[in-house]
């Protein structure tokens, strides 16, 4: 954990490398709605680095924890593939309704965090996250639904 990690925070996401990273943290374990059996959450998305620092609303539900397991998959298909030539591609949660993640497979990944619907403005941060990071990212996502009820 390091030091812009607060105690006690529960990260569904956390992409790291040396100096930079991309984290999303949960406000609450408490949903801020419920319906139709979907429950909503809030969530902050938050980039650390030596050159910006941000942090932006992002609200997900019960479905997008199903997608980030979707996209794990993918990225990890992608990496077994090595498709360099049409790198994949992917945001989490799907973009229009809140702040996103987009996530480009090169070399290093590009993690793009957009403030969709609100500013639109777009921040991306190079990350060469090394080898175990879909499975350190399973890990985060088994804690964070076990911690959601999910």
């Known amino acids: 954990m390091d030091t812009n990690t607060q105690p006690g925070a529960i990260e569904l996401i956390r992409l790291t490398c040396f100096t930079q990273s991309v984290s999303v943290r949960l406000r609450s374990t408490a949903p801020t709605h419920e319906g139709s059996g979907v429950r909503y959450y809030a969530a902050d998305a938050v980039i650390t680095s030596d050159f910006v620092n941000g942090t932006v609303p992002l609200g997900f539900d019960s479905d997008d924890l199903t997608d980030w397991g979707l996209l794990l998959n993918a990225a990890a298909e992608s990496e077994r593939d090595g498709a360099l030539d049409d790198p994949f591609k992917a945001d989490w949660p799907r973009a229009g309704r809140t702040a996103y993640l987009r996530f ?11 403030d969709g619907p609100n500013t639109r403005i777009v921040v991306s ?25 999910e």
Request: glycine residues 6%; hydrophobic residues 45%.
């Open 104 to 114: 480009i497979a090169h070399d290093p990944y590009l993690v793009e965090v957009h």
């Open 125 to 149: 941060v190079p990350l060469d996250m090394g080898e175990e990071w879909i499975a350190e990212s399973r890990e985060r996502l088994k804690a964070a639904r076990a911690a959601l009820g």
